[in-house]
């Protein structure tokens, strides 16, 4: 089992890009979570998704976006890419309320 | 809005000493769990507490949740470099998916 996995690992965008990340859930996980983590701060949630649709959101502006698809891997999108985006995302994959399993993350630099 | 603190920000430890880190919501929580990060690593899961007045351990980790399910706390007995890291909490409240994550204690261990 390859766990939760995350691509890419690093990224390097312009202010005003786009920006798509993409997670594959731990097998057997039907939920997914995203959350963004700037340095030194704990992880802040995005939003979460169950059964294709935004099941919750966190207090991220409408830049931010996502998706499931029927085989349970997410996309996290932003749009207008703004300095203050720079942080590691962190995808996170559970069973409903059960613990989450954390990817590696995608670092995000913007400059 | 919903806030989780933590406490303390940073602890520093001689290897074999004891640790210990407080976490406290504005509201009550349905349930809370605990999370480990090495640096440069992403969250790993610890354990999840859901009763009032819980208590579980997991080796030498000993994790309580309070009676008003406000608050909870990680005690680690003999410290050893190997539990160098970030700890956070994060809680889920009754009706919602989301889990807020405390501002983490940083820990340290000297040997």
């Known amino acids: 089992d390859a766990g939760v996995t995350q691509s890419p690992t690093h990224l390097i965008k312009t202010r005003g890009q786009q920006v798509t990340l993409r997670c594959s859930p731990k097998?057997?996980?039907?939920?997914v979570s995203w959350y963004q983590q700037a340095l030194g701060q704990g992880p802040q949630f995005i939003f979460q998704?169950?059964?294709?649709?935004?099941?919750q959101r966190g207090n991220f502006p409408d830049r931010f976006s996502g998706h499931q698809f029927p085989n349970y891997s997410s996309e996290l999108n932003v749009n207008a890419l703004l300095l203050g985006d720079s942080a590691l995302y962190l995808c996170?994959?559970?069973?409903?309320?059960?613990?989450?399993?954390f990817g590696p993350g995608t670092r995000l630099t913007v400059t | 809005g919903q806030q989780v603190m933590q406490i303390p920000q940073y602890q520093h430890v001689q290897e074999g000493e004891d640790f210990t880190t407080y976490c406290n919501s504005s509201?009550?929580?349905?349930?809370i769990q605990w999370y480990k990060q090495r640096p440069g690593g992403h969250p790993v899961f610890l354990i999840q507490?859901?009763?009032?007045?819980e208590v579980k351990k997991q080796k030498r980790l000993t994790f309580q949740f309070g009676e008003a399910k406000k608050n909870s706390s990680l005690h680690i007995t003999a410290t050893q470099t190997t539990d160098v890291g970030t700890y956070f909490c994060?809680?889920?409240?009754?009706?919602?998916?989301?889990?807020?994550f405390g501002t983490g204690t940083r820990l340290k261990v000297l040997a």
């Open positions: 996170a994959s559970s069973a409903d309320r059960d613990e989450q399993y």
């Open positions: 097998s057997g996980h039907d939920t």
């Open positions: 998704y169950y059964e294709e649709e935004e099941r």
């Open positions: 509201t009550t929580l349905s349930n």
């Open positions: 507490l859901v009763k009032s007045g």
């Open positions: 994060a809680g889920q409240t009754s009706g919602t998916y989301k889990y807020i």
